[in-house]
């Protein structure tokens, strides 16, 4: 998904040595979306982070993406240390079923 690819160069840039890894998840991943579905993508980084930060930082860029693919991009924020450790449901799902871009 060339979305994905300009948003994965954009990451990069921007946090440049605290960019971890960006995961794509949910019916895109899976194979089972359709129309109207929601891209869902985590966004790794190194510690520390600050959720609320990091969407506000990020919502021109993510917004005009949308804008211009007429998708919905759904993204959560996450800690490498927490992506690491911790094995909620959606952390197991995501690390199962996920694509890292």
Known sequence: MEILLRLRIYLQQLYQERF???VLFGSYATGTAHPGSDVDI?????????ESEELHKTSPFVAQLCLDH????????MATSRYKAESS????NIRAEG???
């Open 20 to 22: 971890d890894r960006l």
């Open 70 to 77: 007429n998708l919905l991009i759904s993204r959560l924020f």
């Open 99 to 101: 694509i890292v871009i």
């Open 89 to 92: 449901p959606l952390l197991r």
């Open 42 to 50: 985590l966004i790794v980084l190194h510690d520390p982070i600050d």
